[in-house]
């Protein structure tokens, strides 16, 4: 089975300012055959279900605001904030969907400073 | 507008059965692998089961393999998680989450959740 590790655990970011999350993964979730990584994050706010921000490593879901990146490829990836708003106070997860049983990192809470 | 809307969540005494259910609308429900995804108190996500969209196959998690039959019934458009020999650690809020319509495995939209509590 695929580890998805992530760090920090929690993080205190000032209004405006940028916020970065890794996640890494005990094996390659790039799959050479369409070069794609089988990579998500979701956001998950106080109560509420998961919400799907980010697939194949890099790509937006519809609607979601462009402060929100993905990069990174292979076992190390990056969730970016890039000027962080008061309702992105949340915990965010990483999923690898290369292999089954699919699996999560542990998340990572992101608060205000 | 996609909409899943878990149901049958309770109290239950260990050892007992409980049996989910997860009504989809705004979408072909048969065109999608649908997943149970549990979320322990005060922790992170786990990945319980899914089936695919003609319900011909099937996978779990070892932690609930041969305890937990996940099911579907397409012309209802609901999805079911049939759970016995319940455990403490089965205690969880589940939810049911729609899988991306190629079928990569991310998902791509999830109910609001069912409590279930294993407790004497």
């Known amino acids: 089975d695929i580890v998805m590790t992530q760090s920090p655990d929690s993080l205190a970011v000032s209004l405006g300012e940028r916020a970065t999350i890794s996640c890494k993964s005990s094996q390659s979730v790039l799959y050479s055959s369409n070069d794609k990584n089988y990579l998500a994050w979701y956001q998950q706010k106080p109560g509420q279900p998961p919400k799907l921000l980010i697939y194949?490593?890099?790509t937006r879901e519809s609607g979601v605001p462009d402060r929100f990146s993905g990069s990174g490829s292979g076992t190390d990836f990056t969730l970016t904030i890039s000027s962080l708003q008061a309702e992105d106070v949340a915990v965010y997860y990483c999923q690898q969907y290369y292999s089954t049983p699919p699996s999560f990192g542990q998340g990572t809470k992101v608060e205000i400073k | 507008e996609v909409q899943l809307v878990e149901s049958g969540g309770g109290l239950v005494q260990p050892g007992g059965s409980l049996r989910l259910s997860c009504a989809a609308s705004?979408?072909?429900?048969?065109?999608?692998?649908m997943h149970w995804v549990r979320q322990p108190p005060g922790k992170g996500l786990v990945w319980v089961s899914r089936?695919?969209?003609?319900?011909?196959?099937?996978a779990y998690a070892d932690s609930v393999k041969g305890r937990f039959t996940i099911s579907r019934d397409n012309a209802k458009n609901t999805l079911y998680l049939q759970m016995s020999s319940l455990r403490a650690e089965d205690t969880a809020v589940y939810y049911c989450?729609?899988?991306?319509?190629?079928?990569?495995?991310?998902?791509?939209?999830w109910g609001q959740g069912a409590l279930v509590t294993v407790s004497s």
């Open positions: 989450a729609r899988e991306d319509i190629a079928a990569a495995g991310y998902f791509e939209n």
């Open positions: 194949w490593a890099s």
């Open positions: 089936i695919r969209g003609d319900g011909t196959s099937t």
């Open positions: 705004g979408f072909t429900y048969s065109g999608h692998w």
